[in-house]
């Protein structure tokens, strides 16, 4: 409104462009020269190689019940660590060095399947209200904050609760519905501050077609903070249907190596057994949930001008 | 002796993983009392650092600076950090640029008055409320027994910006730095907060420093004029003499390049080519040589100095002739 | 000032975790182990289970006779009793019971009265469309201390059945002073009255003190009078709902018993010093198969397959509780009707693949149907269960294609009434030691369940179940259960046996088969 | 210039609702941005609008071009009202006004290069027939606007403020337009570089028969580069005279002391400059004085009419030919029948409908804002 | 203030009707239905349909969410299945644990992270600001109900520092008054008791606050940041303040507005966390009602629950609000 405020601005941007080149290479810049990033990125660098990687890594079938003739619950006996099974088998005899790689795996889809549905139908509900703005902006926001108002592990237990046939997806769905209404609201706070952006009335007024402007220019612009998001969403992904698991919401195929499960049913039955079988999975749940908080708020503290200084 | 002494004053930023950045790079000028001291300059030119270095507001870490600043004969930069904020405040006193932010938001305007006099002058709240009110109306504030109690984002621009001249004024210190205090605001209530100043400035006999890119803004207000380039005065004349016969090309350039109201509307303006971003380092030349039109070769391999120049201070190899009063001509 | 006592710490007060709230203590209304286990210890039933049985011995009734081919049974009945509110027990009492239940009224009522509809089948005024012909009749107080009921059927059920505690004897002036009878409905559920909330009130060696649903504890006193002369001075039931929790709990002394502790802990409790102790199984834990799911099931060399395929020995050693064993049939040993003839049928997966390809069912898809959210006394873990199973299956060429459903959000109703699955796990615990209970529950009647229709079956069962005789009985349901492992409708899998853990100072606690554990024996060291 | 009409405005208001409510918003009063104005542009002329900050210079504008809603009133361009345009022919329409704005860097997606932004206009009206062409065009324009080449593979941000000005110059120029409406075009720039904008705009204006309607709140920059010059007061006009006229000799009473109140960068002037400083400030267009705008600041008020009667834009007599002033006393003024006298300022009410405070409906949404 | 507080209430409404909408659909939709559950072991298909006709869930679904809402605005939410015991008074039985656990979670959550955070902030890019941080995204990271397992196991299994579990020892014989164990101890002068609830409530809440603690810490920090940042900040100096003054009176309001807003966004998950640590902890609380209520699918308990936690986070993000009013002028204008 005053004028002059910009001056303050523009400063900023002068600087920023003294560094290099596009606005995304100059982030990555700054986060190349930060430890946090660095640490953020390798972690979730390995743990993807691993997960792409896992069933050739495995060094046995993570599905075998190879001892199984050892297990005996009654005598609380499983077998340790031993020749060929270096962290010990499962209450099944199955060999959980192997279930922990190839669980990367599972761990991954989830995490990623939940993240990107609930972007998809976040971004759709965020991208409508911001980009049409009036009634539809107000009816879709009421139903947001409804999703809102519903805490947010009610919500995935609702949702898995729903599930006609529950299976993988129902996890991956509840897991999703969670972070619709963060993307939601994120997309169209930004997406409506664009609206009224000097560049958008600028295409308007070059007579650019409407969805033109929707796509090639509010959009994109209001991203940044998205993709911030989802890299947290992650996170939170992993850890949420982690709990879903351990509540009996999870997967219906129980012997699927996926870390939430195996944490959740080694945390409920095992702990004083053989508490290694939560442990191992919980420390990956925690190391890969680190790795993407580290690099979503690396990325974060990247793209945001006030850190440009 | 001055009231206010500064000496080669330099200020050098220094961030992890950066180059520094000198911001402001041996910076001296002298303030007598009553006197009005211009600094003009475009943005980034070193203005605001040099306010802040005076105050010692600078955030502690990232920046390095050195010289001497003598307030009074006491040198400020080596005080303690309490004995400067025994001075801040009550003998200097400071006004910002954009008074919407300058002023808290969730305060009453009363408080953020009355709080400088109960620092400085032990006043209780009550009384402080008082003088506060008073302080108000002086400056020009209507029904000021009421904007007391409010909140900043109830009061206009102009008002808001009465109402930091009333805390920067209240315990009438002895210079007031005044850092482009007009520029969020209208001509309208520009001149009347500029009115405002110059009024309180001769009243009490405080000495001012006013910072501002607007030559116009100067030339009705300032008793000695530094103009600014790159961190360091490139010349330094009484307000007649400057803009009379200015030396500097540079100083030449802005005036060149601004539309009077009183001139005739046929001239065309002339342009300093290029813009701040194109100017180098101070080292190795003179850091306007890349935008000036009177360069000659010394002017990329010698730094110039700052040197007496008819009874003011001139950092030019070439400087403007009197007469070439058109020698920014061509400049695109 | 505190007005609370100041004996705390007092050794005769026994804490028993439980897993979940009760739901309240009129036992005609009730149908689950928590709520049964509190009512044991306040009520008596006219004829109960000898302690650490299936056997029958006298309770409130000290004879019981049949007569008239089964359809009257007299009852004569221990004198000196009184109800916990002081009115006398007798033959009038029990009457009154019998008559409260025959003509209890409202449909909200009657299709809350689970084990009445099961052992009486119907009301003196049916509601609603489902319930049937009652076989109860009448009951007369011939004198003070004989009552006489007269049936209109004969059951085998009989007399073992009294020893529901459902069926458990009430103070009718208890009952009529609040308002028992009153079941009102309320949105999509019932509501009980005082009686069941804060007065219940039989003649058990405990008497109710208190139910602190905030704390979620119900506290007990002895009963001075009792016959069985109780040692504890107070029974405080807490609710602790994690099973971890309860065993944690029980580590650190904070309760000194709980129920159904998971197998895996069993070394681990022992070695803290706490007595685990195992139940007779009274149980079967078995793999259903649905005919009409995948018609090759109906080909009995599939279904031997897959009882071939499974390598029951294994599951049973490694996933298990001591103690629990393969199944050879349908009904558990202590069961009166279980044919030692019979011999599990051995895990030989080369068989099993064989009979697949006879059957030219190769390549086989099944959809395995197994219950979550729940853990029952024949199945502690349904995913582990499930993941043995299945994983044998596979490995003799079975594809599965796992569903799980929540117990309570329609699994039975998948399973039981619209037959969705090809496989499914499910189980029963016996009511009362009576085959028929078992076998005849299970395959009385074609049942979607089951999806098999075999008269010879049906018929077999429904006659043993008419028996009078018990020896005749007996040798009627071991010729029956016979028949089911050649017909093979569904694979037993294992009698598994739960287990009760209680802390070390505890003494006199007697494990029962039928859960039916009374604390009158019960005293802290 | 000539004196072919281009545009007409008569009578335009825009009238920004202000919603406020307790479930459902309602309308709780309006913000008069624009409120009756008429005002004409000839064919290659350049009319300068000035007036205090939240007068409504820039809603004028962008009114103009249909960039928000008139709430009444019409813009006759060329013989349309683009008023009453809609959908696809207001689209075509608008390839012949362009817009160039205040804020240089955030006009300009820095998600696209220079070339994206050159050519996005050119595309949406039909512009970019072939390459080469296309490439041809794109070398004009950065000529014309004195950018070199090399600029179009690069973004908004590697460049000066006064060069990402130049670059929002090109983008109107790329559809050949007849109109171009310039807010505040070089008032967040660098004194030194405003310069440069400003002969710049000149220098097309030249070359291309272009017309301009300028934006400022700087006089100075408005009588430079403009024929004609429209005060703007309050939401609507308060004079509207020839540049040279205008500074010759103002009517109105803001006219004069906005005109006083600009400083000018010569000592001598300003020692004897008579100042006519205006009390208070300028009062919230959600809530104008009645009568005359002005009359709560006016040195010049009088007892009648004044804060009754809204007066009109008229031609004074013995005024610049084209000089037209809404005020009841230009004549007395101007002729010093009437003396100035001293105003006491008036509070002006901020609060409710203060537009510097955003509106949110919740504090979640005032986070992400 | 009072009109902005009624229009804050009003504004929760229509969220609240489509909440109820929602419920209901929700409810109405899940398999098994309330006869199923409510029969349970013995349940027949006969006696399913029986119970179903008996309910009136056969009848047209919006006669039936009219019934619904009309109980609902009454408080009548019927029985729950599990227990036969009136929702609401269940709902009251163990709200007390809830409140006070979720109470001591936000308790240990603001207490130590508002002051974390603003030292973090103080020391910016220093040793305790690093750690602060790292330790604040681990924190994230750990799910909620492995933390509270690990607290155990360490605390009380290990170190038997803290009980296992539950909200007071059973003998201890405390007086029950309002139910919420550590008041009620000071009410009755039992210390000892009301130790005790405090000595139990430790690890949960300790695992309970986790999250929110983090949260709060970063936003803490952040906000701090931005504030030192304002102008206003630097005029305060000029002023001559000395730096508590500064902070106390000029950092620290402006920075607790969006601390503020996110203590208020945090109950959510605060609702969420409480389900996990309640049965990590054997707190009979609303979480455990709930948990047991979804496992055994009690309708009418779970539709009573989910609108009071939505109800509990409008209301909550509504005093936020208010709160906020209070604090920011510029929010009360409107
Ligand atoms: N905290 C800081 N860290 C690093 N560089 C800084 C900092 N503050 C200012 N600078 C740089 O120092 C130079 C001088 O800044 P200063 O604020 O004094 O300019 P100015 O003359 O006041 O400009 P304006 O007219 O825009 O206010 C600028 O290049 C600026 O980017
Ligand atoms: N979209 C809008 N909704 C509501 N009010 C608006 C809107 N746009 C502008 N206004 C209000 O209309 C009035 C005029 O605004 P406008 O931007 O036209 O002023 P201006 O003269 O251009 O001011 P400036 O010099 O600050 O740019 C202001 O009070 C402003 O707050
Ligand atoms: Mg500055
Ligand atoms: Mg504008």
């Known amino acids: 409104m005053t004028n002059l405020l910009t001056r303050k601005k523009d400063k900023v941007d002068e600087l920023a462009a003294s560094a290099g080149h596009s606005l995304a290479q100059q982030a990555i810049r700054r986060m190349a020269r930060s430890p946090v990033a660095i640490v953020g990125a390798v972690i979730t660098g390995l743990f993807l190689l691993l997960a792409i990687f896992a069933p050739l890594l495995a060094p046995k079938d993570p599905y075998e019940r190879y001892l199984q003739g050892e297990v005996v619950l009654g005598s609380g006996i499983i077998p340790g660590p031993r020749d060929g099974f270096p962290l010990g088998v499962d209450d099944f005899g199955r060999d959980l060095l192997s279930r922990l790689l190839v669980g990367a795996q599972q761990t991954l889809l989830v995490g990623v399947m939940a993240t990107l549905i609930g972007l998809a139908i976040g971004m759709v509900i965020g991208g409508l209200a911001g980009a049409f703005g009036g009634w539809v902006d107000t009816v879709l926001m009421r139903l947001v904050d409804v999703m809102l108002s519903i805490p947010s592990l009610l919500l995935a237990i609702s949702v898995a609760a729903l599930a006609a046939k529950p299976n993988q997806w129902t996890v991956i769905i509840a897991v999703a519905m969670v972070s619709v209404p963060i993307f939601a609201r994120l997309l169209r706070g930004t997406m409506l501050a664009q609206r009224g952006s000097d560049h958008v009335l600028a295409a308007t007024s070059l007579g650019v077609k409407r969805h033109t402007i929707v796509l090639r220019h509010m959009l994109p612009n209001s991203l940044g903070p998205v993709i911030v998001q989802a890299t947290l969403t992650l996170a939170t992904s992993i850890i949420e249907a982690a709990a879903l698991s351990f509540l009996g919401l999870g997967d219906p195929d129980p012997s699927r190596a996926e870390w939430g499960l195996m944490l959740g049913k080694a945390a409920k039955q095992f702990l004083d057994i053989r508490p290694e079988l939560a442990f191992y999975p919980a420390i990956a749940i925690i190391i890969v949930a680190l790795g993407f908080t580290l690099l979503g708020e690396s990325m974060r503290e990247a793209l945001d001008p006030k850190n440009r200084r | 002796m001055a009231l206010l002494e500064v000496r080669d004053l330099k200020v050098v930023f220094q961030r992890k993983g950066e180059r520094p950045f000198t911001a402001v790079d041996g910076m001296s000028f002298d303030v007598e009392p009553g006197q009005t001291v211009g600094l003009v300059g475009e943005s980034g030119c070193g203005k605001s650092v040099t306010s802040l270095a005076i105050m010692r507001l600078l955030a502690k870490r990232g920046n390095k600076v050195t010289g001497s600043v003598k307030f009074e004969g006491t040198e400020l930069l080596s005080l303690s950090d309490s004995q400067m904020r025994d001075r801040r405040g009550r003998d200097l006193g400071m006004v910002f640029q954009d008074p919407l932010s300058s002023l808290n938001p969730v305060i009453p305007i009363g408080l953020q008055v009355t709080e400088v006099l109960e620092r400085h002058r032990g006043m209780a709240r009550k009384k402080a409320m008082v003088d506060a009110a008073e302080l108000l109306d002086k400056v020009g504030i209507p029904d000021p027994n009421r904007r007391l109690s409010e909140y900043p984002h109830q009061l206009s621009g102009g008002m808001r910006q009465r109402a930091l001249i009333a805390i920067a004024l209240a315990c009438r210190p002895r210079l007031l730095i005044a850092d482009e205090p007009t520029t969020a605001l209208d001509v309208t209530i520009q001149a009347q907060i500029l009115a405002l100043l110059q009024e309180l400035v001769r009243d009490t006999d405080t000495a001012l420093i006013m910072i501002t890119h607007d030559l116009g803004v100067v030339a009705g207000l300032c008793d000695e004029v530094n103009v600014l380039y790159g961190g360091r005065i490139v010349e330094r004349a009484q307000r007649h003499a400057l803009f009379a016969e200015p030396r500097h090309p540079y100083t030449h350039g802005l005036l060149a390049s601004i539309p009077r109201l009183d001139a005739g509307r046929g001239e065309k303006l002339v342009p300093i080519r290029g813009s701040v971003a194109d100017n180098i380092p101070w080292d190795s030349g003179c850091a306007f040589a890349p935008r000036c039109p009177n360069k000659i070769d010394t002017c990329v391999s010698v730094t110039p100095s700052l040197e007496e120049d008819r009874g003011g201070l001139l950092r030019c190899h070439n400087p403007v002739l009197p007469a070439a009063a058109t020698a920014g001509e061509g400049a695109r | 000032e505190s007005q609370r006592d100041a004996g705390s710490g007092n050794t005769g007060t026994f804490i028993f975790g439980a897993a979940g709230n009760p739901k309240m203590f009129d036992p005609i209304f009730n149908d689950e182990g928590e709520t049964f286990r509190i009512v044991r210890q306040m009520y008596d039933t006219l004829i109960q289970n000898k302690p650490g049985t299936a056997e029958l011995e006298p309770s409130l009734a000290e004879k019981w006779e049949p007569s008239n081919e089964g359809k009257t049974w007299t009852f004569s009945l221990r004198k000196g009793v009184t109800f916990h509110d002081g009115t006398p027990f007798n033959a009038a009492a029990v009457c009154f019971n019998f008559d409260r239940w025959f003509n209890m009224k409202g449909k909200a009522a009657q299709s809350q009265m689970i084990y009445y509809g099961d052992v009486f089948e119907g009301f003196a005024k049916n509601e609603g469309d489902a319930t049937g012909e009652p076989v109860y009749k009448d009951c007369q107080a011939k004198d003070e201390h004989t009552a006489v009921l007269n049936l209109n059927k004969a059951k085998g059920a009989f007399p073992a059945a009294f020893t529901l505690p459902s069926l458990s004897m009430s103070s009718p002036e208890a009952l009529k002073k609040y308002n028992a009878d009153q079941v009102t409905q309320t949105g999509d559920s019932f509501a009980y009255n005082d009686y069941a909330n804060l007065h219940p009130t039989g003649t058990g060696p405990f008497k109710f003190e208190g139910w602190d649903q905030g704390k979620g504890e119900v506290t007990l006193v002895r009963n001075e009078g009792h016959w069985t002369k109780p040692k504890l001075e107070k029974i405080i039931f807490k609710v602790i709902k994690d099973e971890n929790g309860r065993k944690q709990a029980l580590a650190s002394g904070d309760i000194q018993g709980f129920d159904y502790p998971a197998p895996a802990d069993y070394q681990l409790l022992r070695g803290q010093g706490q007595n685990v102790l195992i139940r007779p199984s009274f149980n079967i834990l078995y793999l259903g198969i649905n005919q009409k799911g995948n018609p090759k099931l109906q080909d009995v060399k599939v279904r031997q397959a897959l009882a071939y395929g499974i390598n029951r020995e294994q599951f049973v050693r490694s996933k298990l509780a001591e103690g629990s064993e393969v199944a050879t049939q349908f009904v558990p040993k202590a069961i009166s009707g279980y044919n030692d003839q019979l011999q599990a049928i051995p895990y030989d997966p080369e068989r099993a693949k064989q009979l697949l390809r006879e059957a030219g069912a190769e390549g086989l898809t099944l959809k395995f149907y197994y219950p979550t959210e729940i853990t029952r006394p024949y199945m502690p873990n349904p995913a582990d269960t499930f993941t043995a199973i299945s994983e044998d299956l596979k490995a003799i060429g079975i594809k599965i294609e796992p569903i799980a459903k929540p117990w309570n959000g329609g699994y039975k109703d998948d399973v039981q009434k619209h037959g969705k699955q090809d496989l499914h796990l499910l189980g029963w615990t016996g009511d009362y030691n009576d085959a028929g209970n078992f076998v005849g529950t299970f395959f009385g009647r074609e049942k979607p369940e089951f999806g098999f229709n075999n008269p010879e079956l049906f018929n077999a069962l429904s006659q043993a179940d008419g028996t009078v005789d018990k020896a005749a009985q007996k040798t009627a349901y071991q010729q029956v259960n016979k028949q089911i492992m050649d017909y093979l409708p569904a694979i037993p899998i294992a009698y598994p046996t739960p287990a009760l853990v209680v802390g070390p100072k505890v003494q006199g606690m007697v494990a029962s088969p039928l859960t039916d554990e009374r604390f009158f024996s019960v005293s802290m060291g | ?369 | 203030m009072l009109r902005f507080i009624v229009r804050r209430l009003l504004q929760a409404i229509p969220t609240l009707i489509i909440l109820s909408i929602l419920v209901f659909a929700w409810l109405r939709s899940l398999p098994g239905g309330p006869a199923g559950a409510m029969l349970g072991d013995k349940a027949t298909p006969e006696r399913v349909a029986e119970l179903n006709a008996l309910m009136g869930l056969d009848q047209p679904i919006f006669i039936q969410y009219f019934k619904f809402l009309g109980r609902v605005l009454t408080g009548d939410f019927g029985n729950s299945l599990i227990s036969t015991q009136p929702v609401l008074s269940e709902i009251g039985y163990a709200l007390p644990a809830t409140i006070e656990l979720s109470v001591a979670a936000l308790i240990l959550a603001v207490g130590f992270g508002i002051p974390l955070g603003y030292v973090a902030a103080r020391f910016r890019g220093g040793f305790l600001d690093n750690a602060t941080i790292m330790t604040t995204l681990v924190g994230v990271a750990v799910p909620v109900f492995f933390l509270g397992y690990l607290l155990q196991f360490v605390f009380s299994q290990k170190l038997g520092i803290f009980p296992v579990g539950g909200r007071q020892d059973t003998l201890i014989g405390a007086t029950d008054v309002t139910g919420f164990a550590v008041l009620d101890g000071i009410l009755t002068q039992e210390w000892d008791a009301s130790w005790d609830a405090l000595v139990h409530l430790a690890l949960p809440a300790a695992a309970l606050a986790t999250i929110p603690f983090a949260v709060i810490v970063r936003i803490t920090r952040a906000s701090v940041l931005d504030v030192m940042n304002e102008d206003f900040i630097r005029t305060a100096q000029s002023k001559g303040l000395g730096a508590p003054v500064i902070r106390r009176r000029h950092v620290l309001r402006n920075a607790l507005l969006p601390v503020a807003t996110t203590v208020g966004l945090q109950t959510g998950l605060l609702l969420g966390g409480a389900v996990l640590t309640e049965r990590v902890f054997n707190i009979n609380g609303l979480g455990s009602l709930l948990a047991e209520g979804i496992e055994r699918r009690d309708y009418p308990r779970l539709q009573a629950l989910i609108l009071l936690g939505a109800v509990v986070y409008v209301l909550v993000n509504m005093l936020v609000d208010i709160s906020y009013g209070i604090i920011d002028p510029r929010v009360r204008a409107r």
């Open chain 4, 1 to 369: 210039m000539s004196d072919e009409v281009l545009v007409e405005i008569s009578d335009l208001k825009v009238h920004f609702p202000i919603k406020h409510g307790v479930v459902f918003d309602r309308t709780i009063g309006h913000v008069y941005a624009v409120d009756g104005v008429d005002l004409t542009i000839h064919k290659g002329e350049t009319y300068g609008l000035v007036g205090e900050s939240g007068c409504g210079k820039s809603t004028l504008g962008r009114a103009m071009l249909r960039l928000t809603e008139p709430t009444s009133g019409s813009v006759v361009f060329d013989g349309t009202d683009v008023a009453k345009l809609k959908g696809e022919t207001l689209r075509k329409a608008r390839r012949r006004m362009q817009m160039i704005f205040q804020d240089p860097l955030s006009s300009l997606d820095p998600r696209q290069s220079v070339e994206s932004i050159l050519v996005e206009g050119m595309r949406a009206h039909g512009l970019d027939k072939d390459k080469e062409s296309t490439a041809k065009r794109l070398r004009e324009l950065l000529a014309a606007v004195g950018l070199p080449e090399s600029s179009l593979r690069k973004y908004p941000h590697e460049f000066s403020g006064g060069q990402r000005q130049r670059i929002g110059i090109a983008r109107a120029l790329a559809v050949e337009p007849d109109l171009i409406v310039a807010d505040e075009p070089v008032s967040a720039l660098d004194v030194s570089v405003q310069a440069q904008v400003v002969n710049l705009l000149e220098e097309l204006q030249d070359n291309l028969g272009l017309t301009y309607l300028v934006i400022a709140h700087d006089l100075a920059v408005v009588r430079h580069i403009s024929d004609r010059i429209g005060v703007m007061y309050l939401g609507s006009l308060v004079e509207e005279a020839d540049s040279d006229a205008l500074y010759e000799q103002p009517l109105h009473p803001y006219t004069k002391a906005l005109l006083s109140a600009i400083p000018v960068p010569d000592p001598v002037v300003e020692d004897s400059r008579e100042q006519i400083l205006l009390a208070g400030d300028l009062p919230s267009p959600a809530n104008p004085p009645n009568g005359c705008r002005f009359h709560t600041r006016c040195p010049w008020k009088q007892e009648t009419r004044c804060d009754t009667e809204r007066p009109a834009l008229r031609e004074v007599e013995g005024a610049a030919p084209g000089q037209r002033v809404a005020c009841h006393w230009a004549e007395d003024i101007r002729d010093g029948k009437i003396k100035p006298h001293e105003v006491k300022p008036e509070l002006v009410e901020t609060g409710a409908l203060n537009p510097d405070v955003p509106h949110v409906a919740s504090v979640v949404e005032a986070m992400e804002s």
